[in-house]
Each structure stands twice: as structure tokens, then as C-alpha cells.
């Protein structure tokens, strides 16, 4: 199915072949890929990580730009605020998209009122915490 318009938040702490994967696989999907990311203070909240373990926030919006059609700074660690303002009032034919690694997310009791969440397979064999974890 082609939507209108698929929303994502992620954090892209460190950004690696797993997020570049799923956004291309999203944007494959629809028109529009609006994608919004925590900014580093809530990444280091949600996380539990200091600012020398994870790309800075210009760095992870430079990553993200090359796929998505639009990225929002997510400045709180429940997105739930922020996605009132991502979302547009017209979002028929629109979803909520994500890696199925975390089938409970903040914001998603918001989501489910507006639209359908689809979850996509998570990318096995890379993640941020082993791009930290090789540096050490």
C-alpha cells in the first residue's frame, strides 16, 4: 500500500545501516516521510548516555534529511506534544511507522487515535549499542 504520508520518531543516536534500512523502506512506501528525532538531551534521558557516546543532534538531522521529506527536533523524552504538532490535520491515508523492536513506544495511545501503526522487522546484527560497545 502507497500512503499519503508516513510519521516516525527515532533518536539516530549513531547513525548506521539498520536506520538507513527502515527510513529508505518507509519512504519507499509514501509520499511524504516526516520523521521526528529526540534532541540530545532526551536521547541521553531515554538512552542513559553522555554526549560523547552519540552523534549530536545537527549531525543525526544531516543523516535523516538524506531520506526524509521533513524532520522535526523531538525536545521531550514522551514525544506526545511534539506529534500534535508533526501531525497534519489531514492525515487520511497516513501511519504511524516503526521497528518492531519496541511495539510500546511513547505517544503511541496518540497515534492510535489518528491513524494505524504498522511496524516494520527490526534490522538484525547492528544497533547503536554495538557501534559503542566495537569503540571501546
Do not use: W
Not at 553522555?50 to 524532520?71: E, F, G, L, S, W
Amino acid at each position: 500500500m502507497k500512503y499519503t504520508t508516513i510519521y516516525t520518531i527515532g533518536c539516530f543516536d549513531q547513525f548506521h545501516e539498520g536506520h538507513i534500512t527502515i527510513l529508505n523502506k518507509m519512504k519507499s512506501m509514501c509520499d511524504n516521510l516526516i520523521v521526528g528525532i529526540h534532541d540530545d538531551h532526551s536521547l541521553e534521558t531515554l538512552k542513559k548516555l553522555d554526549p560523547k557516546d552519540h552523534d549530536t543532534i545537527y549531525t543525526r538531522m544531516q543523516n535523516v534529511k538524506q531520506i526524509a521529506d521533513r524532520v522535526y527536533i523531538v525536545p521531550d523524552t514522551n514525544p506526545t506534544k511534539c506529534l500534535k504538532n508533526m501531525i497534519s490535520s489531514d492525515h487520511a491515508n497516513s501511519c504511524y511507522m516503526r521497528a518492531n523492536d519496541m511495539v510500546n513506544f511513547p505517544g503511541k495511545e496518540l497515534i492510535e487515535s489518528l491513524m494505524p501503526v504498522n511496524f516494520l522487522p527490526y534490522t538484525q546484527g547492528v544497533s547503536s549499542t554495538m557501534i559503542r560497545n566495537s569503540k571501546k
